[in-house]
Structures are given as structure tokens and as C-alpha cells.
């Protein structure tokens, strides 16, 4: 088991920027991925970025350029850096730990809202 705690998340304009954090503890030596995933107004939970504890990242189509994913692994921190943020981008968005067996632990979400 491993908890997250979310943090970072606000109300911005269009184009300005916001960092979310997401502190993991627990059983943190397992964990092989950290990421988030978002969840906006009529839609899924989808992806948003991943990061590999080789430092390895994937990123949504739609915030590439924008996002970058970074991970503290000595601190067991997420961190989301999000630029030139877009009204589309509002969300709540929710940090996972993936550990060695596949197994996935969320945040509780934390609210992002871009106006325009």
C-alpha cells in the first residue's frame, strides 16, 4: 500500500501555469511508475503523463510541449509542471503509483481550473 498525497492544484487564466506534487509513502520501494491521470467534465479518467524509475515519460498528445512529468525518487515525489495552460485542461487530476506487480495506488485528486 502506498499513499498519495496531491497538492498544487487551483484556478489559473489561460496561459498561465500551475505545478501539482504528489508525495508518496508507504511501501514506496516497490513502486516502478509514477503518473498522472485527469478527469474532466464528462470523460474518463485518461492518462495525462507517466514517469519510469529510469526517468522514462510518456505524455498525452494533447500536453505535450506544455507538461513535463518529473519524479524526486530519494523524495518519493511526482511533480506535474504545466504551462500555457488551456480552459480544456481543467480537470481533477489524480496521482497513481504503479508497483512491480502491476498494482495501482491513487490520490485523492486535486482541481485544476483554466479560465479563459
Known amino acids: 500500500q502506498v499513499v498519495l498525497e496531491e497538492s498544487g492544484g487551483g484556478l489559473v487564466q489561460a496561459g498561465e501555469s500551475l505545478r501539482l506534487s504528489c508525495a508518496a509513502s508507504g511501501r514506496t520501494g516497490s513502486i516502478q511508475q509514477m503518473g498522472w491521470y485527469n478527469r474532466g467534465l464528462g470523460n474518463q479518467r485518461e492518462l495525462v503523463a507517466r514517469?519510469?524509475?529510469?526517468?522514462?515519460?510518456v505524455y498525452a498528445e494533447s500536453v505535450k510541449g506544455r507538461f513535463t512529468i518529473t519524479r524526486d525518487n530519494a523524495g518519493n515525489t511526482v511533480f506535474l509542471q504545466m504551462t500555457n495552460l488551456k480552459p480544456e485542461d481543467g480537470a481533477i487530476y489524480y496521482c497513481f503509483a504503479e508497483n512491480d506487480l502491476g498494482s495501482r495506488d491513487w490520490g485523492q485528486g486535486t482541481l485544476v481550473t483554466v479560465s479563459s
Open positions: 514517469i519510469n524509475n529510469e526517468g522514462a515519460t
